[in-house]
């Protein structure tokens, strides 16, 4: 089993308070601690969704997969680094939709011919997709079209976020009240699953998120230096190495659903995520930042970042659409992925020289 990587838990903290110039050993640490977190994690939500569906599992494992990212991107905001929390609410929806659901129809694809899911509920988070890039688009054209002000640029984000966090609820009420049966899935639980407490599983996950907030939180402080140690630069850092490790939990629970054959589960966690962060955190960030931090953070993403979202986006919605996944989908979207990593790792002015 993984449990041993947890010594690395207490390893990582104490490197982080008796030495904490060793910004090299401090990320590698803290990156192999969030491992069998997050397979905690993915085991917890698995036996929730045994008792409360498909659809409100993959919901659980995103809020709590995304709570360290929140807790991350607030503590960012309050030093005023809007850069670096813009940069990681791209790269989690990115690496989500590409990284993280390519990877689950790959796994699962390797061992089946072909996996099944609703076709409808997979369009219908695709669009929540979709209007997600529209919000990111149009600040962004707005601030080069018309010039815009800083304060007139912070109202619209303002009042963009409050169309999105209403939305969210919408899609929530459709998802879980309205329209359960599109995102329930049809696998049938084991006798021997269906025996787990829902409660003593709800507090694995609990403590599991608290602890990955805690090692992400050492993680974060330690590999942009760490990174430049390496050659890197800050965006590619934000975008592709922040995400990567920050999605670990969806990412270990997705896989391990896909190879289950419960694809409806995976895509839940994988888009659903995406959803969540572009809806929900994004938004709750920008009003987050009219109370703390030195100044108000809006929705003007780097253009880059928000070609980055649209194509993503664009090609989830074309590949998830069908109902049917198999190895070849999932290489198409890391395929996708790694040009993106590449695109940013050698277009001049990202590298780090």
């Known amino acids: ?22 910004y090299l050993l401090i990320f590698i640490a803290s990156s192999l601690a969030i491992v069998p977190l997050a397979t905690w994690m993915g085991h917890a939500t698995e036996q929730l969704a045994e008792r409360l569906g498909e659809g409100v599992g993959g919901l659980l494992n995103a809020t709590f997969g995304n709570a360290a990212e929140l807790i991350i991107a ?21 690496g989500n939709i590409l990284l993280v659901l390519g990877a689950a129809m790959l796994a699962g694809g390797l061992r089946r011919p072909e996996q099944r899911y609703n076709p409808a509920g997979a369009r219908s988070q695709a669009t929540m997709l979709t209007l997600a890039a529209i919000a990111l688009v149009l600040p962004a054209a707005y601030q080069v079209a018309i010039g815009a002000t800083a304060i007139g640029l912070t109202q619209l984000s303002v009042s963009i976020s409050v169309v999105l966090l209403v939305v969210y609820a919408l899609f929530l009420g459709f998802a879980l009240i309205t329209h359960p049966a599109l995102f329930a899935g049809s696998h049938v639980a084991e006798e021997s699953k269906t025996n787990a407490s829902p ?5 694995i996950l609990a403590g599991s998120t608290v602890a990955i907030a805690w090692m992400s939180e050492i993680l974060v402080g330690a590999i942009e230096p760490a990174a430049h140690q390496l050659g890197l630069s800050n965006v590619f850092v934000g975008v592709f190495l922040v995400a990567i490790l920050g999605n670990a939990a969806e990412h270990a629970t997705a896989v391990s659903a896909a190879m289950k ?21 994004a938004p709750v960030l ?16 780097q253009p880059g970042l928000v070609l980055t979202v649209l194509l993503s986006v664009l090609v989830t ?37």
């Open 199 to 203: 409660i003593r599983a709800a507090a």
């Open 1 to 22: 089993m993984i449990n041993w990587l947890l010594i690395f838990v207490p390893v990582a903290a104490g490197l982080e308070h008796f030495a904490p110039d060793r």
């Open 286 to 301: 920008v009003l987050a930042s009219l109370f703390i931090g030195p100044k108000p953070m809006d929705l003007a993403f």
């Open 317 to 353: 919605g074309q590949v998830a659409g069908d109902g049917r996944s198999d190895w070849l989908k999932g290489t198409q979207l890391l395929a996708v992925y790694l040009v993106l990593a590449l695109t940013f790792f050698f277009l001049p002015g990202h590298t780090a020289g």
């Open 74 to 94: 607030l503590a960012a905001l309050r030093a005023g680094l809007h850069d670096v929390v813009k940069a990681s609410i791209a790269g989690s929806i990115v």
């Open 261 to 281: 054959d419960r694809m409806d589960l995976s895509l839940s966690i994988a888009i659903g995520s995406s959803i969540q962060v572009a809806l929900f955190v």
